[in-house]
C-alpha cells in the first residue's frame, strides 16, 4: 500500500464505528479489493467512503437482526458503582457548569409523532410513575467505562401509557442542550431500556442529565440522551449528532 492509498483508506474508515474501523484497518482492505467491491477501476476517496458507508448501513442492519430483546445487560452489585461517575458532553468535556439548568415547576416532556396521547408531561407526573432500579455499566465510545445506579420507569411502560405505535421503527430523542439521538424500537422496548429522573439513590444532578436521562445499558453511552425535552415516535430515520459524525448508529454493546 502507498502513502496514498493508505490516506484514503484511513480517512474513509473514519466514518466506521471503531470495531468495525478496526477491523478493516487491521486488515487493510486493499485498493483493489475495494475498486471490486465498488465495481469501479478507479478507487479515489469519494467511492471508498460510499463503500465504507454501506459498510456502516449494513453493520446497523446486521446488529438490529442479531439484537437479542431477552438478553439482559449484566448487574452489579453496589459495592462496585463508581465514585465520582465521569461527566462527558458533546459541548465540552469537562465542563460539567455549562450543562442545562432546567427549572422543574416549569419543566414539561413533550411527546409526539405516532402516540395516541400526546399530552406533556410535568415533572411531578413523571415522578408517580412505577420504577425500578438497575445497577449497570456505562460505556463511552471515547475508551472509559463507569458502574452506576439508576432508578426510573420501564420505557416499555411509558410507551405503553401514552399509546406508542410499537411496530413504529424509531424513538428520537431531542435534548436541552440540543443533542439529540434515535433508537430503534425492539431497544426501545427491551426491558432494562430505562427512562431515569434518579441515580445513586439521589435526583438525576444536572451534569448527569436532570431532568431525566434515558438509560440503555444494551448500548454505548452516546446512545443515553441526558436532558431529554421531547419524545418522538416515527418511522423517518433521525439519526442523532455523534450519528453524523459518522459513529454507528446501532451501537449495540
Ligand atoms: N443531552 C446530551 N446527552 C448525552 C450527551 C450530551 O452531550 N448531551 N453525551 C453522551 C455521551 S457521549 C456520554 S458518554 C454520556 C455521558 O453521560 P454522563 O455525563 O452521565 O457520564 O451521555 C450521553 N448523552
Ligand atoms: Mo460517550
Known amino acids: 500500500m502507498n502513502d496514498e492509498t493508505r490516506y484514503i483508506l484511513s480517512d474513509a474508515a473514519r466514518g466506521l464505528d471503531v470495531p468495525t474501523r478496526r477491523l ?23 467511492s471508498a467512503e460510499r463503500v465504507l458507508g454501506a459498510m456502516s448501513d449494513f453493520n446497523d442492519r446486521a446488529q438490529a437482526w442479531l439484537f437479542n430483546p431477552n438478553t439482559l445487560a449484566r448487574e452489579y452489585p453496589a459495592r462496585m458503582i463508581t465514585r465520582p461517575f465521569p461527566f462527558n458532553s458533546f459541548y465540552t468535556p469537562n465542563s460539567p457548569d455549562l450543562a442545562p439548568r432546567i427549572d422543574p415547576r416549569e419543566f414539561l416532556l413533550n411527546v409526539t409523532g405516532l402516540v395516541e396521547r400526546k399530552d ?28 452506576g445506579k439508576w432508578t426510573g420507569v420501564r420505557f416499555s411502560d411509558f410507551l405503553a401509557r401514552v399509546g406508542a405505535d410499537r411496530h413504529a421503527k424509531y424513538v428520537t430523542f ?9 433508537i430503534d424500537m425492539a431497544t426501545a422496548l427491551h426491558p432494562q431500556t430505562q427512562l431515569c429522573f434518579w441515580m445513586n439513590d439521589a435526583v438525576l444532578p444536572r451534569q448527569h442529565g436532570f431532568p431525566m436521562k434515558l438509560r440503555v445499558p444494551t448500548k454505548l453511552g452516546f446512545k443515553n440522551p441526558k436532558h431529554i425535552g421531547e419524545i ?3 418511522n423517518d430515520y433521525t439519526g442523532g449528532y455523534w450519528e453524523t459524525y459518522g459513529y454507528n448508529w446501532f451501537s449495540g454493546l
Do not use: K
Open 24 to 46: 478493516f484497518l487491521r486488515n487493510a482492505l486493499g485498493l483493489g479489493t475495494l475498486a471490486m467491491l465498488s465495481g469501479c477501476d478507479v478507487v479515489d476517496g469519494l
Open 174 to 182: 431531542r435534548c436541552d442542550d440540543n443533542y439529540t439521538t434515535s
Open 120 to 147: 406533556d408531561w410535568t415533572l411531578r407526573q413523571l415522578y408517580a410513575l412505577p420504577r425500578f432500579t438497575q445497577i449497570t455499566r456505562h460505556v463511552c465510545i471515547e475508551g472509559w467505562s463507569a458502574i
Open 232 to 234: 418522538a415516535i416515527g
